[in-house]
């Protein structure tokens, strides 16, 4: 079957051509996004990512290309012509189609984008159980990355640089020698004294919606989390290391660059933390 997607008002076939060559989001990556699982045909946690959308676009001062409403029945007419029951979904705004100059005219029309695909769950329970290795390397972005941005060049270098390794994921080092996140996930460590910590959600790190709920259940799981930075050195010396994104929730990372966490195997804690939130998401493993 085709990959449907909506593009600008338009249900289309994937590789029909629909962006205009003076969208500012294609010449500019003037626009933002969000990428939501979906189980059962539903989205996980679809409120949590309006909410981070509409804060997105409010940042970057673009309109909002639809109400929030609307926005639910596109995503699913959108998962509903992709006969996707587990699966992701795609959405994207940028600021809208004008003659390229740098500054944007005022009241432009934002162009949406809806994409979903369907994943693999085999890739997810190889992830739980055989975890994954990253490598580090320094933080080139921007200095808002709390926005959801489809600006992601050094991100994708970053995974890239990962790639050229033979290993799935890159953790992002400031300049002070302190993880950021991942090339696309958030980054956690059980440190040496058994405490849960992430960075804080400031300025330099995305604050993930898996993140979010996390923070959410540690009450609940009987942990003591600090948000607080870690270094490198911190993180190799940790009891367990993970990451976390809504595509696979969360990824055990039992090696950085090149040395084993632990025993080199997914950590007790991770495995807690997969248990219940599936159980929050209803996502089947």
């Keep these: 079957m085709s990959r449907i997607a909506y593009v600008d008002?338009?249900?289309?076939?994937?590789?029909?051509?629909?962006?205009h060559v003076?969208?500012?989001?294609?010449?500019?990556?003037?626009?933002?996004?969000?990428?939501?699982?979906?189980?059962?045909a539903r989205p996980v946690d679809e409120e949590a990512h309006l909410d981070r959308l509409e804060r997105s676009l409010a940042e970057l001062d673009i309109a909002a290309p639809m109400s929030r409403a609307a926005m639910k029945i596109?995503?699913?007419?959108?998962?509903?012509?992709?006969?996707?029951?587990?699966?992701?979904?795609?959405m994207q705004v940028t600021r809208g189609v004008a003659s390229r100059e740098h500054n944007y005219p005022s009241g432009l029309?934002?162009?949406?984008?809806?994409?979903?695909?369907h994943t693999d769950p085999a890739r997810r329970a190889s992830v739980l159980r055989a975890g994954i290795s990253v490598v580090t390397v320094p933080d080139q972005r921007w200095a808002r990355c709390d926005i959801k941005s489809i600006s992601l060049l050094p991100n994708v270098l970053a995974r890239q640089a990962a790639k050229d390794k033979g290993v799935q994921e890159a953790w992002q080092v400031d300049a002070d020698g302190m993880v950021t996140e991942g090339a696309a996930t958030n980054a956690w460590i059980v440190d040496s004294a058994?405490?849960?910590?992430?960075?804080p959600a400031d300025g330099g790190i995305l604050n993930g919606i898996v993140?979010?709920?996390?923070?959410?259940?540690?009450?609940?799981?009987g942990l003591t989390l600090e948000e607080r930075a870690f270094s490198?050195?911190?993180?190799?010396s940790a009891r367990e290391c993970?990451?976390?994104?809504?595509t696979l929730a969360v990824f055990p990372v039992v090696n950085i660059d090149g040395q084993n966490i632990g025993d080199g195997k997914p950590g007790a804690v991770a495995r807690q933390i997969v248990n219940r939130y599936d159980q929050h998401s209803f996502i089947e493993i």
């Design 242 to 246: 993970f990451s976390t994104a809504s």
């Design 232 to 236: 490198v050195e911190e993180a190799l």
């Design 9 to 19: 008002g338009v249900y289309q076939r994937i590789d029909t051509p629909g962006i």
């Design 109 to 117: 029309k934002p162009v949406l984008v809806v994409t979903a695909r």
């Design 194 to 199: 058994g405490v849960l910590r992430t960075r």
């Design 211 to 221: 993140r979010q709920t996390i923070i959410g259940l540690v009450d609940e799981l």
């Design 22 to 40: 003076e969208d500012r989001g294609y010449q500019f990556a003037d626009g933002v996004y969000e990428v939501c699982a979906v189980h059962n």
């Design 74 to 90: 596109v995503v699913r007419e959108t998962l509903a012509r992709n006969r996707i029951r587990n699966g992701i979904i795609y």
